[in-house]
């Protein structure tokens, strides 16, 4: 019987690649512990500076800072108070009445040659909202002659271009509650003419009114030597004819005819220089004074616009 025997001596190659396992698995290990000492290292660092930040952002939030009033911070954050101060208000300036409406000086006494004086005021609506009996202009002229006897007389008329008042000058005079023998019957010591600027020829022709304004004050002056043009308050711009009784056109119609008025009210003024025609000039005073205007219709004098007229007008004229 064969008997078997076991080498127990092992061969050089194997223990050689037993040996290379052995330093790679050493290996190994050593490069995961150092690439886990490196991710532990990495950890404590960032946690660490994690920290210092929120302890830096607590210290910059807690600590008050220097505001300069209209100065912005160097984040281009405007401060809280900065803003208040730079950003102008929605809420429009509200002027009382009394300090928008411009009061003419109102001479005490004037000289006069008369105690009796029959005055004519002619002219569109403007004249015609000035009181049945002029009680404005009536009110005025007691102010200063108190001792003087006057009879006014109101030829206004609403809605007439300067052609239309030159046609009805010689004709009796019968609107609303007033009833005058025609102008050239009634022979006035004072003739007023007012512009007929607010009712512009359709189409609009401004040479038109020059023309007809002039044919219209020379005639007055074939009737009385005292003859006076009154140029009325300027009209609104952009609100001219809005209110509850206005025409309340749109922006631009409204506009336009206002630029007309405007025109027609430049007439006035140049033809009295050219006419040698004393003028009353409400106009130029009156501009940038919106309470002169009748809130209700946007177009005509309001009280205030009517004392306002009135008041010049007793400056202006003379008593001869």
Known sequence: MAKYCYITEKNPLYIQNQKDRVRKIQSLIVKEFVAGFFVLALFVFQHSFSLANKQNLVVQTSAPQEQVLGVQNSDDTPSPTATILTTPSLAPTILSPTAQEPTPTIIPSKPHVKN????????????DTMGERLEYLEHSLKKTYPNV???????????????MGISRWSNPFNYQTRHYPSISDLKPDIIIIGSFAYNPFSPYIRDRHWVGLTKLVETAKGISPNVYMLAEIAPLRS????????????EQTAYEHSGRVLDQLENTISLSGNLNVPLIDV???SIGHPALTNPSDGIHPSISGHEFTSDIIVNTIVLN
């Open 116 to 127: 009796d004086y029959k005055i004519a005021v002619y002219g569109d609506s403007m004249v």
């Open 149 to 163: 006897n006057f009879t006014l007389y109101n030829y206004g008329k609403g809605s007439e271009n300067v052609e």
């Open 239 to 250: 609100n001219f004819g809005k209110g509850p009784n206005g025409v309340n056109w749109n």
């Open 283 to 285: 106009f130029h005073p």
